[in-house]
């Protein structure tokens, strides 16, 4: 049959249609690609891009930076507060500091000797009051110095007790609370920071760069759109006549102008309600007006495009 016309052939089918063999199934649709589109976390200006269109970058690669001046400040800040809250925390949980405990020491010493003297000179004075040496006034007068000086080393000794104590436990769960605040708001600063220096998530092309250096990118808005490995799919549509005939992991032979031969594809959904009018496609004629939207994985996407007409045959 190859030997004869085209025109020939059309006319004997139409009387023979077996004549021609059977018919081949095939579905006709294009390429679409799942991008990837990175974004910064928090609004600023961009000092620095990486990323050209067209150029293969690694997962983890710098794609761009925000200005980060300001989150450099707050990390400061919030290190500072971290470095109060833990020696404010450490002074209640040791006391006093030793300075401060060698003073009231040597104070506490020299009111003991003080006592001492005090005790001494009481003694000295009830031996001398019965030889009538001494009045009972001088007795009196010793003995209110004596007491005196009891009642100085009672508060000495108090008070160095106290400075050697740690804080009470409201204070010191106060302290701990604090510092972990602060260490919180340290690390939300850290991260901040962190944020702007945005990398590529995944290995892949810079399809598009959105912006240039100076330019003010919002929150959540995409700087650069990658296209990563294997990330291409095949969108075909489906009559209405061979939905039941295909299932979810089926394959499908994938042909297109130029493509090199054994690229196959993975089907991975099919619509649950049809479509009566199918949109631009390519194909060689309309075969069908209800058609049902499919997706399926191409597992060997070497030397497609994404928008690439595309031919696939179960």
């Not at 010493?109 to 005790?119: G, K, N, S, V």
């Given at each position: 049959?190859?030997?004869?016309?085209?025109?020939?052939?059309?006319?004997?089918?139409?009387?023979?249609?077996?004549?021609?063999?059977?018919?081949?199934?095939?579905?006709?649709?294009?390429?679409?690609?799942?991008?990837?589109?990175?974004?910064?976390?928090?609004?600023?200006?961009?000092?620095?891009?990486?990323?050209?269109?067209?150029?293969?970058?690694?997962?983890g690669?710098v794609?761009?930076?925000?200005?980060?001046?300001?989150?450099?400040?707050?990390?400061?800040?919030?290190?500072?507060?971290?470095?109060?809250?833990?020696?404010?925390?450490?002074n209640?949980?040791?006391?006093?500091?030793?300075?401060?405990?060698?003073?009231?020491?040597?104070?506490?010493?020299?009111?003991?000797?003080?006592?001492?003297?005090?005790?001494?000179t009481?003694?000295?004075?009830?031996?001398?009051?019965?030889?009538?040496?001494?009045?009972?006034?001088?007795?009196?007068?010793?003995?209110?110095?004596l007491?005196?000086?009891?009642?100085?080393?009672?508060?000495?000794?108090?008070?160095?007790?106290?400075?050697?104590?740690?804080?009470?436990?409201?204070?010191?769960?106060?302290?701990e609370?604090?510092l972990e605040?602060?260490?919180?708001?340290?690390?939300?600063?850290?991260?901040?920071?962190?944020?702007?220096?945005?990398?590529?998530?995944?290995?892949?092309?810079?399809?598009?760069?959105?912006?240039?250096?100076?330019?003010?990118?919002?929150?959540g808005?995409?700087?650069?759109?990658?296209?990563?490995?294997?990330?291409?799919?095949?969108?075909?549509y489906?009559?209405?006549?061979?939905?039941?005939?295909?299932?979810?992991g089926?394959?499908?032979?994938?042909?297109?102008?130029g493509?090199?031969?054994?690229?196959?594809?993975r089907?991975?959904?099919?619509?649950?309600?049809?479509?009566?009018?199918?949109?631009?496609?390519?194909?060689?004629?309309?075969?069908?007006?209800?058609?049902?939207?499919?997706?399926?994985?191409?597992?060997?996407?070497?030397?497609?495009?994404?928008?690439?007409?595309?031919?696939?045959?179960?």
């Open positions: 049959m190859s030997n004869l016309p085209d025109w020939l052939v059309s006319i004997i089918v139409v009387f023979y249609p077996g004549f021609a063999g059977p018919m081949i199934t095939e579905y006709n649709g294009y390429a679409e690609a799942d991008y990837v589109y990175v974004a910064p976390a928090a609004a600023g200006r961009i000092v620095e891009i990486n990323a050209e269109e067209g150029a293969t970058i690694a997962a690669a794609l761009f930076r925000i200005d980060d001046t300001h989150q450099t400040t707050a990390l400061r800040a919030a290190e500072a507060q971290v470095a109060v809250a833990r020696a404010t925390l450490d209640l949980a040791t006391g006093s500091r030793a300075a401060e405990i060698d003073v009231i020491r040597a104070t506490l010493a020299q009111a003991e000797a003080d006592q001492r003297l005090a005790r001494l009481l003694e000295r004075s009830q031996n001398l009051l019965a030889s009538g040496a001494v009045t009972q006034a001088r007795i009196d007068g010793d003995t209110a110095a007491q005196g000086a009891d009642a100085r080393v009672a508060q000495l000794q108090a008070q160095l007790q106290v400075a050697e104590l740690p804080a009470r436990d409201a204070q010191r769960i106060g302290a609370a604090a605040a602060a260490l919180a708001q340290a690390d939300d600063a850290r991260l901040a920071l962190k944020d702007r220096t945005v990398f590529a998530p995944a290995d892949g092309v810079v399809d598009e760069v959105f912006y240039a250096v100076g330019e003010v990118a919002g929150a808005a995409p700087v650069v759109a990658i296209l990563p490995e294997n990330s291409l799919k095949a969108l075909f489906i009559p209405e006549s061979d939905r039941a005939q295909l299932w979810l089926q394959e499908f032979a994938v042909q297109c102008s493509c090199p031969d054994g690229i196959t594809a089907l991975l959904r099919i619509a649950p309600s049809p479509q009566y009018t199918p949109p631009i496609i390519y194909s060689r004629a309309e075969r069908a007006r209800l058609v049902f939207r499919a997706e399926a994985e191409i597992l060997n996407a070497a030397g497609l495009l994404p928008g690439q007409p595309l031919t696939l045959r179960p």
